[in-house]
Structure formats: structure tokens, C-alpha cells
Nanobody, 123 residues
Framework: QVQLVESGGGLVQAGDSLRLSCAAS????????MAWFRQAPGKEREFVSC????????WYADAAKGRFTISRDNAKNTVYLEMNDLKPEDTALYSC????????????????WGQGTQVTVSS
């Protein structure tokens, strides 16, 4: 199976930036579309961004457009989420996910999930 481990979260002030990383390991781990989701306490899990396995296509939620950038380095089996101009409403547990079909992955139908990394943005 594929293992996903996120890192890079932390406590920041509004307007700051963070880069999240998701390291994948396991068989064929570089051939999955990858996505980031987030979930705040008492809220539904929310799609943030997705990238195709080759990195040629990306998708963003409206809340992420213009501020977040997803990328991947298949040689390192790692996906990144650059988060700029962070706002308090970005506070959530950020999880990465992997799936063979990006359209299904974007709605939360993933084959694998990571445990998540906490991002907290103070005002």
C-alpha cells in the first residue's frame, strides 16, 4: 500500500506563508494524482487542490486560487502546497490524498490518505 506523510504545518500570523509537503512511499506511488484537503473543527472536509500524476494539470478550490500553489517532484515522491497570504479561515488540519482518478479524488474519493498536518493562522 501507499503511505502518505504530511509535514510543514505550524502556527503563523495572518499574511504569512507556509509550504506543506506530502511524502509518498510504496508501490507505484509516483503514478497517482495527488490532492490536498483540509478540515476545521466542526466543519466538513474541504477540497483545496489537486495535481495530476505527471504534474501537467492542477485544480484549485475557489478559496485557494491566487494564494496556494500545488506542485510535485516525482523523483522525490513528494507533493507540495505553497500557501501564501494565509488567513485565519485557513486554519485546519491539512491532509494529502492519492487516487488513480483525479475527478474522483477531488470530491474526496481517495485510495489513500495521510494523517494530516495542522495549520493554525492567528489574526
Amino acid at each position: 500500500q501507499v503511505q502518505l506523510v504530511e509535514s510543514g504545518g505550524g502556527l503563523v500570523q495572518a499574511g504569512d506563508s507556509l509550504r506543506l509537503s506530502c511524502a509518498a512511499s510504496g508501490r507505484n506511488s509516483s503514478y497517482y494524482a495527488m490532492a490536498w484537503f483540509r478540515q476545521a473543527p466542526g466543519k466538513e472536509r474541504e477540497f483545496v487542490s489537486c495535481i495530476s500524476w505527471g504534474g501537467g494539470s492542477t485544480w484549485y478550490a475557489d478559496a485557494a486560487k491566487g494564494r496556494f500553489t500545488i506542485s510535485r517532484d516525482n523523483a522525490k515522491n513528494t507533493v507540495y502546497l505553497e500557501m501564501n497570504d494565509l488567513k485565519p479561515e485557513d486554519t485546519a488540519l491539512y491532509s494529502c490524498a492519492a487516487g488513480t482518478y483525479s475527478a474522483r479524488l477531488r470530491v474526496g474519493n481517495a485510495d489513500y490518505w495521510g494523517q494530516g498536518t495542522q495549520v493554525t493562522v492567528s489574526s
